[in-house]
């Protein structure tokens, strides 16, 4: 796992780090020393710690202007413990909204296991960003990491799609993709 970088071809662009309004803002990262684990196994030193003790996370852009930001993730996401999207919702996304943005894309493609408890903070996500006519995606799940997500019926509240090519855009490619595609869904 250690060897699973957050996607670094944006960061010429943007560095969460150095944006004021970032919670990450004036964070340092060592590249050569591993200190954060999931499942006893040490992850690269740019994922961001958030709270949470099984899942990490890097923004990799966030853009006030066009009002949306893409958000990669690592580990297990564990609501049944944890209650991972509380510390999300709280310690990210609710910093982040309060600068504006209401559209979310999380790749999910590194999340290893997804334990569901209750709806609650999914449904005031979906109810915040609806308000300001905002989407929330998860982009590339896998297969066995839906199972309790859609049996909860999350999907509901965050949108669940595929696109596997994601990295060959540039982010505002990326966002206009995705608002295309739920544009497209909403009109049919």
């Not at 209401?102 to 979906?126: P, T, V």
């Not at 997500?149 to 696109?163: A, H, I, P, T, V």
Request: charged share 30%.
């Amino acid at each position: 796992m250690q060897d699973i970088e957050p996607f670094y071809n944006w960061r010429h662009i943007y560095t969460s780090e150095e944006d004021e309004h970032s919670p990450f803002y004036g964070r340092i990262y060592s590249e050569f020393e591993f200190s954060q684990t999931v499942y006893n196994y040490y992850i690269h030193p740019q994922w961001d710690e958030f709270g949470s003790r099984t899942m990490y996370l890097k923004v990799l852009i966030a853009d006030y202007e066009e009002k949306y930001a893409v958000i990669e993730l690592i580990g297990e996401w564990n609501d049944a413990i944890e209650n991972d999207i509380m510390t999300l919702k709280r310690d990210v996304i609710d910093k982040l909204m309060g600068k504006g943005i209401y559209k979310y894309i999380l790749i999910a493609e590194n999340i290893l296991n997804f334990h569901s408890s209750e709806r609650d903070y999914y449904e005031e996500w979906y109810e915040n960003v609806m308000d300001e006519n905002g989407w929330t995606v998860i982009l590339n799940m896998p297969e066995q990491s839906q199972h309790d997500f859609k049996k909860l019926k999350l999907n509901r509240c965050l949108e669940l799609m595929e696109l596997d090519n994601w990295r060959t855009y540039k982010p505002f490619h990326l966002f206009k993709k995705i608002d295309g595609e739920l544009s497209k869904r909403l009109t049919i």
